[in-house]
């Protein structure tokens, strides 16, 4: 069983608000490296330079959104592998559809739980500790 | 975007567009003024002047939210995403997050308990506001009354009427149940 603490996270939002939230429900996962992006421009740049375990992003934003991040990150060989969970609103089926076509590895409705957010996680990496 | 409730006001030569809790609504047409009526519930009326596009949301936190924006809790989640497609939709509609101000409206206490609901809701939206570096240019929460709030979103100008809770629609003196968190229904199945 992975831990938690050994998995580095990429939270990447464009509001300061949403990003403090999802970075408090991994802490209470029990997650500790976790970085920050406001959009998926950043988010690629911060990724190239010290790749992640996992991203967890939004995606609606602005410059780069979290679809285009997907494929960005898919598209480049060092980062290929990194899980990716998309945080979508509820109306948007046609968009998790996309992003499971662009190999997005799970989806998590907002707004979430924090137990709906490790269910999600743990779906990718098995039950954490 | 919702917005379900449109109507024809005469007297406002306006297209009414009632918004009601859970709901937001943006709009560029300066024919439309949005209208709620607010017990301690909160409306965020939200512009960019620029761009001529404003928007109004209706939410209540599901329990007393603290209006701190990192407790983490599921009530500031709630507020947050209410925020969020709020937000989003006036992006969506050509403004620019650096131009929004903001107008908020409601976080009553219509009756005598030791929670203030209101308050919790008015601080999480003041709160959340701030930390998103979108000016308040105007607000009227707290008191004892209900509220009717109209909302023109092109000009951003507002019209506020205090109700006594008496005479407040049954929806403000007894709010719908908050929709629970996501759930698994309706998800697509990827494991």
């Given amino acids: 069983m992975p831990q938690a603490s050994s998995i ?47 991203v967890i992003s939004d995606f609606n934003m602005p410059k780069m959104d979290g679809l285009a991040l997907l494929r960005a990150v898919r598209s480049h060989p060092p980062i290929r592998q990194t899980a990716f969970v998309m945080l979508t609103g509820r109306a948007d089926r046609e968009l998790v559809q996309r992003a499971v076509q662009f190999g997005v590895n799970n989806y998590c409705v907002k707004p979430f739980t924090v137990q709906g957010l490790r269910d999600k996680i743990e779906q990718v990496f098995g039950q954490l500790t | 975007m919702i917005g379900r409730d449109y109507s024809h006001d005469d007297e406002l030569r306006a297209t009414k567009v009632h918004v009601t809790q859970g709901e937001s609504h943006v709009s560029t047409d300066p024919n439309v003024v949005m209208t709620t009526v607010l017990g301690s519930c909160i409306a965020a009326c939200i512009r960019d002047p620029q761009a001529g596009v404003g928007g109004m949301n209706h939410f209540l936190l599901p329990d007393a939210g603290d209006g701190r924006g990192g407790s983490g809790g599921d009530a500031v989640r709630y507020g947050a995403y209410a925020m969020e497609l709020l937000i989003n939709g006036l992006l969506k509609k050509g403004a620019r997050r650096e131009r929004l101000e903001a107008k908020i409206f409601g976080g009553g206490k219509l009756f005598d308990s030791l929670s203030d609901v209101g308050a919790s809701n008015a601080a999480f939206a003041e709160r959340f506001l701030r930390d998103e570096g979108i000016p308040i240019v105007s607000s009227s929460v707290g008191g004892v009354s209900a509220r009717r709030v109209e909302f023109w979103p092109v000009t951003g100008r507002v019209r506020q009427r205090l109700v006594a809770v008496d005479n407040a629609p049954q929806e403000v003196r007894r709010p719908a149940p908050i929709p629970q968190p996501a759930s698994n229904a309706g998800d697509l199945e990827l494991f």
């Fill in chain 1, 8 to 54: 580095s996270v990429l939270v990447v939002d464009d509001q300061l608000t949403m990003r403090a939230l999802i970075r408090n429900a991994l802490q209470q996962i029990g997650f500790k490296d976790i970085r920050e992006a406001p959009d998926g421009e950043e988010a690629l740049k911060n990724l190239l330079a010290k790749p992640a375990n996992l």
